[in-house]
């Protein structure tokens, strides 16, 4: 989750009495930053993927702040991705809505492993902060892939908000 605002929306709209159910998604970070970078570079002054790391931690502490306050079952999207069934049951009971297959039958994994096929040489040399790593191991994603990426490299140079029953991503 990006903004405070956000959050205090939230409590505001839960304090009216209202029903609010929030789940967690989350990509690996490192596809993330991988992909932000790729696609908006040229957009945004000074971009790097230690810019874009950074920006990943503060969101990240954002949405820890968010699970301190509220029942947040995080969900990996490449779980997600890979076991529809399975994660899409948990989901939908804890939103409280009807399972519904039609809904997911369409999700693939295809979004994954970004950051280990990226040709791009900023983000081959790109060198994780030691809080970044901690998060990332956090969250289960492994040290050890990230290792071997940069072993092979030295020889060769995104939250939503679920309430009453609609999804919205908060930018």
Same mark, same amino acid.
């Given at each position: 989750?990006?903004?405070? %605002? ?5 409590? %505001?709209?839960?304090? #009216? ?20 970078? #790729? $696609? ?14 950074? !920006?990943? *931690?503060?969101? /990240?502490? =954002?949405?820890?702040? *968010? ?8 969900? @990996? /999207? ?35 492993? @970004?950051? /280990? ?6 983000? !081959? ?5 030691? %809080?970044? !790593?901690? @998060? ?11 290792? !071997? $990426? $940069?072993?092979? =490299? ?7 908000? #679920? ?9």
């Amino acid at each position: 989750m990006r903004r405070k %605002e956000a959050l205090q929306l939230l409590m %505001e709209y839960q304090k #009216a009495d209202n029903d609010v159910r929030i789940i967690a998604l989350i990509r690996d970070p490192k596809d993330v930053i991988a992909s932000q970078y #790729a $696609h908006w570079n040229n957009l945004v002054s000074n971009d790097s993927p230690e810019f874009r790391e950074r !920006q990943w *931690l503060i969101d /990240y502490l =954002n949405l820890k702040d *968010l699970r301190e306050i509220y029942d947040v079952p995080m969900f @990996r /999207y490449e779980d997600v991705a890979n076991y529809p069934e399975t994660n899409f049951d948990r989901i939908y009971k804890h939103l409280g809505i009807d399972y519904d297959e039609l809904t997911f039958s369409h999700i693939r994994p295809v979004n994954t492993g @970004r950051f /280990y096929k990226t040709k791009d040489e900023k983000l !081959q040399r790109w060198k994780f902060t030691s %809080e970044f !790593q901690r @998060r990332l191991e956090v969250l289960g994603y492994s040290q050890e892939d990230y290792n !071997q $990426h $940069h072993a092979r =490299n030295k020889t060769t140079s995104q939250t939503w908000v #679920a309430v009453k029953g609609f999804l919205k991503r908060f930018e």
